[in-house]
């Protein structure tokens, strides 16, 4: 089972603007990471929040975690063509399981 | 350094048969999950290995089971295969001790059932 849903479920945008993902997730987390998939081949992770964290920059990246709400968003700042992928967020709770999200699929038009 | 590999790459079998994906986790690694992936879906769990034991199990049926080796190399095996299992299976390793739970995944294997 899924326990995470991104929204939206496809994001298409220009080259230079800021895309926006949002997690939302069930049950109770030790940390909440960020992966990007390109073309059905291996995830990629770009970054984890623990679930003390509120926010966590990396590059272009900025994440947030609100717990209350059991939500996360990922900002991909300036996108580039490059960008274009699938992006999923996973939740870590007990014992390093890991559970996906169905994910964001994320066009950047040069 | 060597990240995640698997192999093989492609695979095509028919029902009813087994198979045997294999993993080599990256260096200083010694947790192995395995994940499937359908078309158009996130990866599922269905399980990880670590000191050579199944720690963590997802909701697979019997027919998929795996093993760890001394070098915490990792193989999965799927008997009587169904056409329902054609997906991506990822493999992703980590390190326990770092408590991060950061999983690096290798390129997957596609499996097509006939």
């Known amino acids: 089972s899924q326990q995470g849903e991104e929204d939206p479920q496809a994001l298409s945008i220009q080259e230079g603007e800021n895309a926006t993902m949002n997690c939302s997730y069930k049950?109770?987390?030790?940390?909440l990471q960020w992966y990007r998939q390109n073309s059905g081949r291996g995830l990629v992770h770009l970054i984890l929040?623990?679930?003390?964290?509120r926010e966590k920059h990396s590059g272009r990246l900025r994440v947030t975690l609100d717990t209350s709400k059991k939500s996360s968003s990922l900002l991909i700042t300036a996108s580039r063509a490059a960008d274009t992928a699938s992006y999923f967020c996973a939740t870590t709770g007990g014992y390093q399981k890991v559970t996906f999200g169905i994910g964001t699929k994320l066009q950047v038009i040069p | 350094d060597a990240g995640v590999t698997q192999s093989p790459t492609h695979l095509i079998k028919t029902r009813g048969q087994q198979v045997t994906l294999r993993c080599s986790p990256k260096?200083?690694?010694?947790?192995v999950s395995w994940y499937q992936q359908a078309l158009g879906q996130g990866p599922q769990f269905i399980f990880q290995y670590y000191e050579e034991e199944e720690r963590q199990r997802g909701n697979f049926p019997d027919r998929f089971s795996g093993h760890q080796f001394p070098n915490y190399s990792s193989e999965l095996n799927v008997n009587a295969l169904l056409l329902g299992d054609s997906a991506l299976y990822l493999c992703?390793?980590?390190?326990?001790?770092?408590?991060?739970?950061?999983?690096?995944f290798g390129p997957g294997t596609r499996l097509l059932v006939l």
């Open positions: 929040i623990r679930s003390n964290e």
């Open positions: 260096s200083g690694h010694d947790t």
């Open positions: 992703a390793s980590s390190f326990t001790g770092t408590g991060h739970q950061t999983q690096y």
């Open positions: 049950t109770s987390i030790n940390n």
